[in-house]
């Protein structure tokens, strides 16, 4: 699970930097607001990769996605965005999951099973 939850959030980090570059072009935000949010936003995307296995990891991963999803407010195009990565995000974590369930049982079984030679 880690290392497809990992690939989505160094995705999101690119994606939160291009919003920052978008949301620079807004009249009403000040460019020191815009890079404290993206910043703070690619900070926890790159963090969460080290605690997925964590608990809270996968909760706080949630979290950003519904942040990415509501900064559709400023720049419209993450509504889409934020979207399909929380799509990306349940699909990693649903079927990472699935992965690590299955290599837990083919590790057990190739332990149980006696050696041929």
Do not use: N
């Amino acid at each position: 699970m880690r290392t497809l939850c990992a690939s989505t959030l160094i995705g999101e980090f690119f994606v939160i930097g291009f919003a920052g570059l978008v949301a620079m072009k807004s009249d009403g935000l000040s460019a020191t607001t815009v890079w404290a949010v993206c910043g703070v936003g690619m900070l926890l995307s790159v963090l969460l990769c080290g605690m997925l296995s964590r608990p809270g990891g996968v909760q706080l991963g949630w979290a950003l996605q519904i942040a990415l999803v509501v900064s559709g407010f400023v720049v419209p195009m993450m509504f889409f965005l934020g979207a399909v990565f929380a799509g990306l995000w349940w699909a990693s974590v649903h079927y990472g999951r699935k992965i690590d369930e299955a290599k837990a049982r083919w590790a057990a079984q190739a332990s149980s099973e006696p050696d041929a030679a």
